[in-house]
């Protein structure tokens, strides 16, 4: 286990960091001798204009995405907790989306998508609703990925969810059911309270995974048009590897700033859950 996490975890994350701390070109990356340039990478990423939108984008991409696959996927949790006849068959094709290989759902999204010939502008037409430039417009770019996003990460937070609701005694709902309670009541005062322990975690997990999407921004859009969906995940692939002239040190440094937020955010959350276990 040691040697494992040493193999894929220490050693990567300390040639980024390394990488990050050096004025890399394609000849010194393969043959050494790269000069040591301290932060002046960080500084260039801090300075370039693309830094601010980069930050931005990830927040509203990671902030949406987590909204509402969160909120769908409680929706559906509670929703297949009432049983019914076919309610395990359906649960199970919400996986079809988690299930699929990231580039087939980012790819069948660019087509549904697509401003000529995707459903989604048919779907608009029927009903009288003008066409929508949703990959290659600025304004709707960023709102293109994040439906993609949502749409694979809702059956994470449903199978995660489902499987907490079932760890609630059903007394609990009786009970409140003979004291009159509504079931609106009974989602607030037993069943949310009770699935906060599940929520956190699913939460941390889905804010780590969302910070770091990069296949599916880059299959639809490649963070275009003019950087309208630019992440950090994109821009950093674009510095190191996207350039005819790649940038390895700004490109490390930004992946590191990536490791640094999802680092914050779980230092975060184990923070309240001690103060919750206290």
Request: hydrophobic share 50%; proline share 6%.
């Amino acid at each position: 286990m040691t040697l494992y996490l040493l193999a894929f975890y220490a050693y990567p994350l300390y040639r980024n960091i390394e990488l990050s701390l050096r004025t890399y070109t394609v000849r010194s990356f393969v043959q050494g001798g790269a000069p040591f340039a301290g932060l002046d990478n960080y500084g260039k990423i801090l300075s370039d204009p693309t830094f601010g939108p980069a930050l931005l984008h990830t927040v509203v991409f990671t902030g949406a995405s987590l909204a509402f696959q969160f909120t769908i996927g409680m929706a559906l949790a509670v929703f297949f907790h009432q049983h019914f006849p076919l309610s395990g068959t359906l649960r199970a094709l919400f996986l079809v989306p988690w299930l699929l290989p990231l580039i087939v759902s980012a790819s069948t999204w660019s087509w549904m998508l697509n401003s000529e010939a995707g459903v989604v502008n048919a779907a608009l037409g029927v009903v009288g609703v003008e066409p929508v430039n949703w990959l290659t417009s600025p304004q709707w770019s960023l709102v293109s990925v994040i439906i993609a996003n949502v749409w694979i990460g809702i059956p994470f937070n449903l199978v995660v969810l489902y499987s907490g609701l079932q760890g609630i005694p059903g007394t609990l709902y009786e009970a409140a059911s003979l004291d009159g309670a509504t079931g609106w009541q009974r989602f607030w005062r037993i069943t949310f309270p009770m699935l906060r322990p599940v929520s956190a975690i699913t939460l941390l997990l889905g804010l780590i995974y969302t910070l770091k999407v990069f296949d599916i921004i880059w299959i639809m859009t490649r963070g275009g048009p003019t950087d309208s969906s630019t992440t950090f995940a994109t821009w950093s692939y674009r510095l190191g590897f996207g350039n005819l002239l790649p940038a390895f040190g700004p490109g490390a440094a930004v992946g590191n700033l990536l490791i640094v937020m999802a680092l914050i955010f779980g230092l975060i959350y184990i923070r309240i859950q001690r103060r919750q276990q206290a």
